[in-house]
Structures are given as C-alpha cells and as structure tokens.
C-alpha cells in the first residue's frame, strides 16, 4: 500500500486530501509542522511527500532538502501559493518530484501521486542495468553486432601501419570517435591528434588553416601562422568532410600525400610532416568522383583503407548495449542516477527511424534523463521525445504548405543533430548560411 505523508498548516487541506487519498486506498498521514512532519517522515517512511513550502516553523525548501539528503527513494510534490520562478527552480532542482500551484486542483494533484507511485513501482520492479558509480569511462566503441565486428578487425588492421584511412558512414555513426580510437592504439598515440572540418571554414581561409601561411601572405596575415598539417607533426590529423573541400585545395593536399611535403600559403620554404591523415565523410565519394566534384587521385590516395560505419538500423542488436553505455556516460556528466529501464523501452527504441544515427540515440537518452525524477527511464518519456515532431496538429490545408513542410522538415533535423548547424546543413544538402537564414525565417528555436 502506498503510504502518503501531507505536511501543510492549513487544516482544511490535510483533511481533504486525506479523506481523498484515504478512499482511494492509500495510507494516508498528515503533520500540520515541518518539525511534525520530519518526525513522521522518518518513522514511517512515507513513499509519496505532499509539501507545503511555506510552514509555520521550518522553510518547506529546507525540508526538501533533508528529505533528499537521507537518500529514500521518495518522491515529494512541493504546494504553494506563490507563483514565483525562483522557488519552482530551487525546487526542482533540488529535486522534486513535481511542483503544484495553490489554490489546489485535487485532479492535478491525484495525477501527480498516482505518477509517483507508478514510478516508485516500477522502480521496485526492474532491474538495474548499470551500476552508477563507474567514475570514468573509457573513450570506447560500443558494438557486439556482426558489423561492428568486422570494423573493429578492420581498425585492428590499420591501427599500426603508416597509411591513410577513409571513413564513410552517414551522420551520427560515430566516424570521428573511430579516428580517435584508432590514433589512441596506434604507434602516433602519444602524438598529436588534430581535428579539421572541412565544411566549417569559409573558402578563402582553407588554405591557410591547413597548411598555415607566412607573415604578409595576405592584408591580413601580420604573423606566420602554423597549419593543421604542421600542428599535426608525427600524429594524426583528422580531416572531417573531406568531400566539402575546395578542388584547388583537393590539387595541394594530394601533392602533400604524394610527397610528404608543403609550402605555407605566401612561402617558398619547403616543410616536411610525417602526419597520418584520417579523413571522413558522410557522402559517398566515389559518387562525386562520378560527378567531377572530387579529385579521382586524391580519391584513389584515400581510399587505400577504407572503413564504413553502418547507420543503426542495419545493428539494431547494439541498441541495447549502446543505451547502458549512455545512461553510464550521462549520469557522469548530469549527476542523474538513472540506471534502470523499464519494459518496453528497448522494444520502443528498435522501432524508430534513426535518421541521426547514434548521435540521435544520445541525444534522446539525454533528453530523457534531464525530464527523470528517480533511477528508472521511463516508456512515456522516450515515447514524448522520439513522437515530438508527429503530433502536431493538422489544422487544414495550410498546414501543408511547402513552408511548413520544409520548416518541420528542418526542425526535426536540428533536433536529430543536437543543434549542430553545420552537420544539419550537410544532411540537408544546403549551405550553412541557408540554413541560417531559413532558421531566422521560420523562427525555429531549440525545443
Ligand atoms: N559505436 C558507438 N559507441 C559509443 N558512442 C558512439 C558510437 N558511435 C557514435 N557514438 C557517439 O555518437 C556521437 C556522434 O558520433 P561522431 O561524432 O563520431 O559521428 P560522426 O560520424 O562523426 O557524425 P557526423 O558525420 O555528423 O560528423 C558521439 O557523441 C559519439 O561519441
Ligand atoms: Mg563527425
């Protein structure tokens, strides 16, 4: 039976709320003090917690706190007359369960205790995945799928060997955190490993980012700046996108594979790095060989060792797995101690269509986590998330405008991406200034 504990002065509720409760079967106690309703709480160990805030003798915030600090998985719902900001957010993040205005409305409050039981029960029912004490995790792939597999036996192979890699896979399957795994277990590990996207740097300054420019090379140039392939030394220098750079640039990097040497932009001074280069990309370039948008040489200097990532769907046996190393991985990072799921949950996340890949799956366990009160991640909760975008209202022809359908179609993407702009315009084969535009256009904001 659930027990519930109502700790307000104002007799009039205690009693309509107990006689409420009480024909719904719950065990219902009432303390009219904060220092009466400590004394229950911790003789009886109530379940559920109805908290006024304020209280004759203590803050009702100060007992939310020691009730929180005892470590008992209860759920206390804070009441109060006052509408302000301030106490809503001391409270939830203290961590309430849930927070109700005054005057009260006995449906809002009979919604919250029956989540809170529900929640407690299912608590009680499902087991823990992981434990959340695991101080650090380890930068690690996650994957036990016949296709993961196979990528770890190809990262196996090449880790040791001075060649060039190529990783394709979509958006989200985890190209960049392959580069970093297999410079940290290869013979450069204690090496630099330098990042640069290929898509995030206007044109005109490509160049110089990559192999760094000479004092005057331009209005602008008043020092010698060092490039990525310089900072790069002995290491690995991870070239993100490679399909977004400028042919002319295609023309001088293939000229560096082949010699192992570069100029600065503005210098005549030849320089020499023995970098290994990992490049990635989410478009097929072969494809744009095909096309004449990539150099065929330079393609043929890449591709030598070729890895591709398959999207989730075609590994939806590692979604589990990938789900446990997340919870653990966000508990870290949030402070939540989620570490249970319940039935349903897994069969759920099987059905979606994960166009962001695993990055998407992140970001929803994310999301979930934020939204949690307790250890246990809800069906309902994931259910919100991954249905956000569907159930909108259709309210008439104009709803299904090209606007509106490009504005949806957009919206869904940056939310699949996290709010990265420059992966969201690579998907959508637009420019990133277009999609700027189209954000401020359509007022899209982060949900
Ligand atoms: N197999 C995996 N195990 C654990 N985490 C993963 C895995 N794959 C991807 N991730 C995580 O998902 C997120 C996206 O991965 P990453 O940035 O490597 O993708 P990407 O292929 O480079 O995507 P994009 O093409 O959009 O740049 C990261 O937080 C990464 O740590
Ligand atoms: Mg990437």
Redesign the pocket.
Known sequence: MTKLLVIDDEQSILETLRMFFEEKGLKVLTAETGARGMEQFTKENPQVVILDIRLPDINGLDILQTMIHTGRPVKIIMITAFQDMETTIVAMKTGAFDYIHKPLDIDQVEQAVDRAARIIEIDRKTPSLTSCNDPFAPV????KSEK?RHVFKMMGLVCDRHVNVL?Q??????????ARVIHMNSFCKNEPFIVFDCSSVVDTIIESELFGHEKGAFTSADQTARGKIELAGNGTLFL??ISQLPLKIQGKLLGFLQRKEYTRVGGTRVLKSNCRIVA?S?QDLSELVDKGLFKQDLYYRLKVFTIH?PPLEERLS?IPF?VA??LNKINRELGTTVTKIQDGVMERLRQHTWKG???E??NTIVQALVGCRGNVLLKDDIDRILNQYRSEPVQGLESFTLAHVEKNHITRTLSQ?GW?KS?AA??LQITLPTLRSKIKRYNIRPM
């Open positions: 690690k792939i996650i994957g993961m990783l896979g979509a958006t989200g399957t985890g190209k960049e955190l392959t993100d996108e990635a989410n990532l590692d990938l190393h997340f890949n695993v990055r799956l992140e991406l990265n992966r690579r998907l």
